[in-house]
Antibody, heavy 120, light 111 residues
Framework: QVTLRESGPALVKPTQTLTLTCTFS??????????VSWIRQPPGKALEWLAR???????YYSTSLKTRLTISKDTSKNQVVLTMTNMDPVDTATYYC????????????WGQGTLVTVSS | QSALTQPRSVSGSPGQSVTISCTGTSSDVGGYNYVSWYQQHPGKAPKLMIYDVSKRPSGVPDRFSGSKSGNTASLTISGLQAEDEADYYCCSYAGSYTPWVFGGGTKLTVL
């Protein structure tokens, strides 16, 4: 059974760095073709893809947020970590992690999401 | 503003069919057969309904179907049921520069 769960602070101050952790089970990020992405959704708004890390440690970032994002993985802990620097109130959103299998182009399993509010 | 354009809302009565469009460009929808569709109920995570334009994951009813023509992809839901009422998002691969783009979402109301 594949599951993903996001964790991190519910509240961060403007200019701070956000660190989110995706802990997953039911698959391994050392398996060829496995990938994990981060996707966010501001309240009442659309989904926005942020970043992806692949089994072979290839990394991809949203062009508009590339300078602020870092994605990494700890295969032994079944975790993927996303850091986002210089947080702003417009970054207030529910952050999801999601799996891609077989090196595909879709997200077949999602975590339940974690709401991050940016406010002083 | 989202990269892919979807109607903000569609509606239909139980048993009817509805189609949700997703318009992009030749750099995303039109350039790759990698369009996927997600259903999202309020307060819940998105759920994959269609991938690679027209493929259905195991467990998704065959009432849901996908297609593509040029730069526009479509999701059709036939035999509408009350539980289909949700937000629907399209997503397309857009190349190595900005790999994935989403649509703005469509709210489906079952009358």
């Amino acid at each position: 059974q594949v599951t993903l769960r996001e964790s991190g602070p519910a509240l961060v101050k403007p200019t701070q760095t956000l660190t989110l952790t995706c802990t997953f089970s039911g698959f391994s990020l050392s398996t060829s073709g496995m990938c994990v992405s981060w996707i966010r959704q501001p309240p009442g708004k659309a989904l926005e893809w942020l970043a992806r890390i692949d089994w072979d440690d290839d990394k991809y970032y949203s062009t508009s947020l590339k300078t602020r994002l870092t994605i990494s993985k700890d295969t032994s802990k079944n975790q993927v970590v996303l850091t986002m620097t210089n947080m702003d109130p417009v970054d207030t959103a529910t952050y999801y992690c999601a799996r891609t299998n077989h090196g595909g182009y879709y997200f077949d399993y999602w975590g339940q999401g974690t709401l991050v509010t940016v406010s002083s | 503003q989202s990269a892919l354009t979807q109607p903000r809302s569609v509606s239909g009565s139980p048993g009817q069919s509805v189609t949700i469009s997703c318009t992009g460009t030749s750099s995303d929808v039109g350039g790759y057969n990698y369009v996927s569709w997600y259903q999202q109920h309020p307060g819940k995570a998105p759920k994959l309904m269609i991938y690679d334009v027209s493929k259905r994951p195991s467990g998704v009813p065959d009432r849901f179907s996908g297609s593509k023509s040029g730069n526009t992809a479509s999701l059709t839901i036939s035999g509408l049921q009350a539980e289909d009422e949700a937000d629907y998002y399209c997503c397309s691969y857009a190349g190595s520069y900005t790999p994935w783009v989403f649509g703005g979402g469509t709210k489906l109301t079952v009358l």
